[in-house]
């Protein structure tokens, strides 16, 4: 067997600092082995220790400069539970408003179009795979009343950087989507109104701002229609080529987690009172989110619960550049708030994130040890069970759509219909009519399917944003205009959760505090997980969707520049910002791939 080796660093249009090690054999052109890791660390739990908790809404935002606002969220969450204190119904709509637009409906464009997108461009495709190519100019777009390219071929030149149409139009309506949410937050990427218990938005003049939200996503909800039209396309017209339907998969039953998103005014609120009480009805609250919370396991819903889910984290680092803290420390805890044990008692409890410190160690590179400065992230069910997990787009509408919703009766299919929107001048007028949109949920996740789900996402997005739109006209006038309740940082050792979704997937911040001031606090990133390194129970997304790769370029081996290697990776949308950059080990030669 004649194998290749293909090592590309870094891995470019992505946030932050990722590498790929391929392994490949030359006759299958599918790898043998694999490594993609994370060349950075992030000391954000280190700082944190000793701080008010209030602080960490603030300070974990700078995490990302793309998605501050999830990392925000998801502190703002985990302290509202540690203080037992929730906003008033208008402070949730307000979160939630502002949420779908800085991050999301912000966001998802920008990974699909401008950063993804050149993957699928005429000057990618015509260049390494010029078969591919001929077939675009012939195939005639089946949406193309719709988003008015004719052929493939003229969606494929959409998508070239600077020039193409896709491109220049996502700049633009991702600064609209930024700034409806900029009227709620103050600025992007860190919102300055962001506080335990509601937001400190000014809403001396209510009116002013939800027309100026209304005006926006009038407009984002003809783009959204585009967007799905165009992807949809896109997508069809690959799958119907051979070798690419299959594409980055990576597990064939599916192991998901989505911690769901945008909360239910009233419910939320609701929630008000003692630590204890808050995590007791948690479950309840997260239930009626938009967008839903559940794990799949090998192919299996196996649950709904917030709690559930947090009981269920597990995190070791025995392949990442960190050092082992079981046994060095006390435990903060055994068991949530219930009683219910962590890991369910089937792992040492010191590898739940609640007990988990942070101390790097550095060490040389080690194909067969350490190698990764991200953390193993698994799930642990409650028959012992443990499975490296996906999370992102495809991972929140799986989950969504196997459970009664806004968007489906739980069978497995998604449907919005998105209402007549005017003002976007530069779209096809059929996007501006009232149409209803439809994703099926696919069997197993692949590079494909991952970039649908999330174009589909964007629709789901602008779908909460309308409703938490109207729950605030009505709030506002019903007279119902306060939003935040005060907080006490309780005396007493608490310990909060904080779940969300970013673009890219779920989010999870945890925080042990006594007095006010942060005894511990561990963060997971969506690509926290996706990118954990290889372990006894198997290898995270990110490598399984490389291993299940096929080379497709049509040229020989001493050409290759892995295409469809970071396909797959960029179809998360990695993230691993935020860090101090450190290179381990002997000096090589890297071939850093940048497509024009």
């Known amino acids: 067997m004649s194998v290749k080796e293909l090592f590309i660093d870094p891995i470019t249009r992505i946030e932050g600092h990722l590498a790929l090690r391929a392994l490949v054999d030359v006759n299958t052109r599918k790898p043998t082995d694999v490594w993609v890791f994370a060349t950075m660390f992030r000391g954000f739990e280190v700082f944190l220790r000793g701080r008010p908790p209030e602080d960490a809404i603030h300070i974990t935002s700078r995490i990302c400069g793309v998605c501050g606002a999830s990392h925000a969220n998801a502190a703002m969450h985990a302290v509202d539970m540690a203080y037992g204190v929730a906003p008033e119904p208008l402070g949730v709509t307000l979160r939630n408003m502002a949420f779908a637009m800085t991050d999301h409906i912000y966001d998802h464009p920008l990974i699909l179009n401008m950063l993804g997108g050149p993957d699928y461009s005429e000057a990618v495709v015509k260049k390494l795979t010029p078969k591919v190519w001929a077939d675009a100019q012939r195939v005639d777009a089946p949406r193309r009343d719709i988003h008015g390219f004719a052929k493939i071929a003229d969606i494929m030149k959409a998508l070239n950087p600077i020039e193409g149409k896709l491109w220049q139009l996502t700049v633009k309506y991702q600064r609209i989507a930024r700034e409806a949410g900029v009227l709620i937050y103050g600025r992007h990427s860190h919102p300055s109104t962001i506080i335990p218990g509601g937001i400190s938005t000014d809403l001396s003049n209510a009116e002013h701002l939800l027309v100026g939200y209304t005006y926006r996503l009038v407009k984002l909800t003809a783009w959204a229609k585009f967007l799905y039209a165009v992807w949809q396309d896109l997508v069809w017209f690959y799958e119907e080529h ?73 995190e070791y680092v025995g392949a990442s550049f960190y050092e082992d803290w079981a046994g060095k420390f006390p435990l903060y805890t055994e068991s949530d708030s219930e009683g219910s044990k962590l890991l369910w008692g089937r792992q040492d409890p010191a590898y739940h994130p609640w ?44 989950v969504t759509a196997y459970q009664p919703s806004d968007f489906g009766a739980g069978n497995g299919v998604l449907r919005v219909t ?119 129970w198997g290898m995270s997304p990110f490598e399984q969707s490389v291993a299940n790769s096929v080379i497709t370029e049509e040229t020989g081996p001493e050409h290759w520049e892995g295409l469809d290697f970071v396909r797959a990776i960029r179809s998360f949308d990695p993230c691993l910002a935020c860090a101090v950059h450190i290179e381990i080990g002997d000096m090589k030669t890297v071939k850093k791939l940048i497509y024009r």
């Open 242 to 314: 051979e070798n690419y339907r299959d594409q980055g998969t990576t597990y064939r039953k599916h192991n998901m987690v989505s911690s769901g998103i945008f909360d239910d005014p009233e419910e939320y609120s609701a929630l008000d009172g003692s630590p204890e009480d808050f995590y007791k009805n948690v479950d309840r609250a997260a239930a009626k989110r938009v967008v839903k919370p559940g794990a799949f396991v090998n192919g299996e819903l196996v649950t709904r619960s917030y709690k559930e889910i947090n009981v269920s984290i597990m």
């Open 418 to 536: 998105l209402p007549r929107s005017g003002g976007a001048e530069d779209l096809p007028p059929a996007v501006t009519e009232e149409m209803t949109l439809e994703w099926k949920a696919p069997a197993y996740s692949t590079t494909l399917q991952r970039v649908l789900a999330r174009a589909f996402n964007v629709a789901i997005d602008v779908a909460a944003a309308w409703k938490n739109l109207r729950a605030a006209i009505e709030l506002v006038r019903a007279g119902r205009t306060k939003t935040s309740r005060p907080w006490n940082p309780p005396a007493r050792r608490t310990f909060g959760v904080g779940f969300t979704e970013a673009p890219r997937g779920t989010v999870r911040h945890w925080v042990v505090q006594e007095g006010g001031r942060i005894v511990n606090y561990q963060i997971h990133a969506p690509t926290t997980g996706n990118v954990s390194p290889k372990d006894r």
């Open 355 to 398: 007990n988990k410190v942070t101390i790097p160690k550095l060490s040389a590179k080690d194909w067969n040890g350490k190698y990764n400065w991200a953390a193993t992230v698994r799930f642990v069910w409650k028959d012992g069970t443990v499975v490296p997990f996906e999370v992102g787009p495809i991972a929140r509408l799986v």
